[in-house]
Every structure is written in structure tokens, then in C-alpha cells.
């Protein structure tokens, strides 16, 4: 299984910028970089996913390495809303491969 | 509703005891996956289905653990003879197939299973 390597622990202040790292060096071609982030007491909810391309979504941007071996999921600027478990995943295009690490939980501090 | 429902939210069961939690994906999502997920960890793999068929189920820890999909719709995850370790949060997800595009999944608010 290709694996992903997040910081246990992140801190931001509010209204600061988040760039919270992961690493996927045994990526292989087909695999999308999704991120997740959960909420305490939720599910995990999408968040963004890329290819190669770096992405820009409502949420956050998600920027990928030019090997493809890391990506940073950037939060422009945190709210307190933003605290939660975030999780970089490797998926697969047949999708049948989703499985989780242990993410970074993210405070925010006001 | 629009999203994807599990039940019951909180389940306590007794040692020993049987368990049936049900997932209603979104409609016309062809994935579904089952997630344990232990207090203060990430979630952990259980199975995976694609319609009614179970393609991965390599994530099940015994064979006390069981999962079906039988009209490629609504999916139960049983547990058999229930044991303390097996509390935790269950999460269902689903997602659509669009052959070579990577889509997002969307994933219940959990079961809550605690083995009393």
C-alpha cells in the first residue's frame, strides 16, 4: 500500500496562514493526493484532491511537489473552525483503495 | 436525505452479544467502505464493496466481523459475539465510480459501538 508520513501535531493562530506538510514518496502514477479532516465528534469530510496540478478550492489549495513525493494542503487563513484531524490519503483511480494514517491535528489558537 | 445515514448512532451491547449496524449510502454511489475508528486514532480499514460485490476485505479483524451489500444499495456490518476491544466509532462511506477520475467520498457521522 502506498503511505502517507503527516506531522502528529501543527499549531496556527487565527486568521494566519496553515501549511500543513505530507510526504508520499512511494507514490506511484495512478494515485490522486486526497485530503480529509475531521472534526471532533464527525465524520471525516472532503477537504481537496490533485493529481500533479496544484489545486484551488473553496476551502483550502492543495500544492504538489514536482515529483509528486510531497504535497502541502495550504488553509489561507484558519478560523477556530478549521481545528480538526487532517488526513492525506493516496487513492487510486479504480477507488477501491482509501485507507487513513494518523493525520495532524491542527489547533488554532485565537 | 442527501447524505450519507448510519444507525443507530450509539449502540452499547453487552459482552457476547451480536450487532447489526446499518449504512445507507448516497444514492447511486457505486463504493461503499466500512472504517473502524478507536477513540483518538485515524480511521482504520475495514472493507470496501463496488455495488453488491465485495472486493477488499482485508481490513476485517476476525471472522466475528462480517459485511454485505446485497443489492448494491444499503450495506450492514455484523459483529458476532461482541468483545470489549471492538468498541469504537464504525464509519460507512461512499463515493461515486467514474472509471479513471478519483472522486471524493462521503462518509456517515459513525455508529458508536460500546461492548459493555
Known amino acids: 500500500d502506498a503511505k502517507t508520513t503527516q506531522p502528529n501535531s501543527m499549531e496556527s493562530n487565527e486568521e494566519e496562514p496553515v501549511h500543513l506538510p505530507c510526504n508520499h514518496s512511494?507514490?506511484?502514477?495512478?494515485?490522486?493526493i486526497h485530503w480529509y479532516r475531521q472534526l471532533p465528534s464527525q465524520g471525516p469530510e472532503y477537504v481537496i484532491h490533485?493529481?500533479?496540478s496544484n489545486v484551488n478550492n473553496r476551502m483550502a489549495s492543495l500544492a504538489i511537489a514536482e515529483d509528486r513525493k510531497s504535497s502541502t494542503l495550504i488553509l489561507h487563513r484558519a478560523t477556530l473552525r478549521d481545528a480538526a484531524v487532517y488526513y492525506c490519503i493516496l487513492r487510486s483511480y479504480n477507488n477501491n483503495d482509501m485507507r487513513f494514517g494518523a493525520g495532524t491535528r491542527l489547533t488554532v489558537k485565537p | 436525505g442527501a447524505g450519507v445515514s448510519q444507525s443507530p448512532r450509539y449502540k452499547v451491547a453487552k459482552r457476547g452479544q451480536d450487532v447489526a449496524l446499518r449504512c445507507d449510502p448516497i444514492s447511486g454511489h457505486v463504493s461503499l467502505f466500512w472504517y473502524q475508528q478507536a477513540l483518538g486514532q485515524g480511521p482504520e480499514f475495514l472493507t470496501y464493496?463496488?455495488?453488491?460485490?465485495?472486493?477488499?476485505k482485508s481490513g476485517l479483524p476476525s471472522d466475528r466481523f462480517f459485511a454485505e451489500r446485497p443489492e448494491g444499495s444499503v450495506s450492514t456490518l455484523k459483529i458476532q459475539r461482541t468483545q470489549q476491544e471492538d468498541s469504537a466509532v464504525y464509519l460507512c462511506?461512499?463515493?461515486?465510480?467514474?472509471?479513471?477520475?478519483?472522486?471524493?467520498?462521503?462518509f456517515g457521522q459513525g455508529t458508536r459501538l460500546t461492548v459493555v
Open positions: 464493496f463496488q455495488n453488491e460485490a465485495q472486493l477488499d
Open positions: 462511506a461512499s463515493s461515486p465510480t467514474l472509471g479513471r477520475v478519483s472522486t471524493e467520498a462521503f
Open positions: 490533485g493529481l500533479t
Open positions: 512511494t507514490i506511484s502514477g495512478t494515485d490522486y
